[in-house]
């Protein structure tokens, strides 16, 4: 698989006053930390202002898990909309509260990734 490097994730913080879509074809997340069997891509990125939704998947040793989020690059939060392990059309949308990242955790390199500049 090729691997890409996207200009636009330098851009993504800038503040768009429009809505941002990049399709981002399963770019592989770096982690920060070692221990995690799983491995993390990126699938789709669209920003708008400071908040990134995402389109994420896990593939870990006996599953495939796809998970859709929204990053505030501004704060460093995050919040969860929705997981499954089937496909990302199947993912059921029910947010969760906004809350701090844990550093060196999957979800805290998922908004590493896309909020750099």
């Known amino acids: 698989m090729e691997r890409r490097k996207f200009p636009w994730l330098a851009a993504l913080v800038m503040g768009f ?8 074809t399963e770019t592989l997340i ?3 930390m ?18 990134v939704r995402t389109l994420h998947k896990r593939v870990g040793v006996d599953s495939v898990g796809y998970t859709r989020a929204e990053v505030d690059c501004s704060t460093k939060r995050m919040r969860e909309l929705g997981y ?5 059309e199947d993912i059921r949308e029910t947010p969760t509260k ?16 896309v909020c750099r500049r």
């Not at 990242?101 to 979800?107: A, F, T, Y």
């Open 17 to 24: 006053s429009t809505t941002t879509t990049v399709a981002a």
């Open 30 to 32: 770096p982690r920060s």
């Open 34 to 51: 070692a221990g995690d069997k799983g491995r993390y891509y990126l699938l789709e990125a669209v920003a708008r202002g400071s908040i």
């Open 84 to 88: 499954s392990e089937t496909a990302p």
């Open 98 to 113: 906004w809350f701090d990242l844990v550093p060196g955790s999957s979800k805290s390199d998922l908004a590493t990734f």
